[in-house]
Nanobody
Framework: QVQLVESGGGLVQAGGSLRLSCVAS????????LGWFRQAPGKEREFVAG????????NVADSVKGRFTISRDNAKNTGYLEMNSLKPEDTAVYYC?????????????????WGQGTQVTVSS
């Protein structure tokens, strides 16, 4: 059973940075893709970024391009979302998700496994 556990969220001032982590277990992740999504209060869950676990493919939403970076550490079975120049509108619960695939697309229903989420709050 694949399990994903996020961490690294918190409260930060606008312009600050956070790094989210997603530790994966219960699978052979070399054949998986990892995605990050977020859901703000009263809004639908939206795609943030995705990466092929073996590398060579990333996909980043236009709304965060140039500020957020997705990466992974194969040896640690951990994915990361580095978030810089944070804005109040980045406030949301951030989720990581995984699917056995070579393509990390931006649809929520593409992914089979989800973490419990971590809260990111950006104050103005």
């Amino acid at each position: 059973q694949v399990q994903l556990v996020e961490s690294g969220g918190g409260l930060v001032q606008a312009g600050g940075s956070l790094r989210l982590s997603c530790v994966a277990s219960g699978g052979t992740f070399s054949s998986y893709v990892l995605g990050w999504f977020r859901q703000a209060p009263g809004k639908e869950r939206e795609f943030v970024a995705g990466i092929r676990w073996t590398g060579g493919f990333t996909n980043v939403a236009d709304s965060v391009k140039g500020r957020f970076t997705i990466s992974r550490d194969n040896a640690k079975n951990t994915g990361y979302l580095e978030m810089n120049s944070l804005k109040p509108e980045d406030t949301a619960v951030y989720y990581c998700a995984a699917k056995r695939s070579t393509v990390a697309i931006d649809r929520e229903n593409w992914y089979d496994y989800w973490g419990q989420g971590t809260q990111v709050t950006v104050s103005s």
